[in-house]
């Protein structure tokens, strides 16, 4: 029986809110409309909207709202734009200014094309080295029919990117490294555990739509509070990363094992094959 995937960021969500669980960690997320916008522009100085169907963080964009009295900026030509433009939208490398909210809906649909997007509350990243970092939480299905959060690592976004994945610049680091200059190494403990326990219950959430899920990797931001925020549960997610950036081979034998178990991959395969880049790779 083949491996069930979810493809709608929209339907994933729906299911994720119906556990009072685990909605707790997601941020407000709705259907893109210009009202959407403004009305989350009112309560939130950042959001991000980003395509229903799509991989890779291709089509995401954010914004910001500068408040006009706060709009000094150590750029005397962003403070003067920021004053007269209190909206800034970015994607890929690119930034533009807009006065009103028309006008940044214009922006936005020019992008979207017609196609359904979401808008998301945005979380600010935490840094590593000057550079925006988020999580990918691997939980698998176990031989034995349980849930078992098998790994995390943490995607530290290129220069200039508003998203983390290795497939836009991104970079890989250890949970512990990136964390070493916002935690204790106690804290991190904690947060660990806290991780690995809202991958199995995102998990078995999931499940009770889609019976036949096997695997899901999890998109977290922290905030400076070191509370976690699902930002997407992708159910095609990349397993290469755990095997080519980590010392420790244990991990990866027991995400394999896994994989092997639930027809992810074959142990008649070349498990090289799972380290490329095209779509059967999973996401990361």
Known sequence: MAIQRISSKWAKTKVLLRSQQVSAFIPLTLKYSQD?????????????????KGTYGNGVMCVDRFD??????????????SQTS??????????????????????IT??????????????VLLQYHGRSFDLRILTQKTPYGTWETTGIIGRVA???????????????GKLNELLAEHATPAEIARLERKLYDLGEWT???????????KEIGLDIALD????PWILEVN????????????KDKNVYQRIEKYAIAYGRLSPKKNIKATGNTSKKSGSL
């Open 235 to 246: 159910t095609l997610p990349a397993i290469f990363p755990f095997k080519k950036f980590f």
């Open 68 to 81: 006009q009295e706060a709009a000094v900026d150590s750029s005397s030509r962003r403070s003067k734009l």
């Open 86 to 107: 209190p909206y800034r939208l970015r994607y890929q490398t690119v930034t533009e200014y807009c006065r009103t909210i028309d006008e940044l809906h214009s922006r």
């Open 224 to 227: 400076e509070n070191l509370y």
């Open 36 to 52: 959407a916008l403004s009305n989350l522009l009112v309560d939130h100085t950042l959001v991000y909207i980003k395509p229903d």
């Open 110 to 123: 020019a992008q979207t094309k017609n196609n359904l997007y979401l808008i998301q509350q945005g979380i």
């Open 203 to 213: 998990a078995q959430q999931m499940q009770k739509e889609y019976p036949r899920l």
């Open 158 to 172: 290129a220069k200039n990117k508003i998203v983390t994945n290795y497939h836009n610049g991104g970079t890989v």
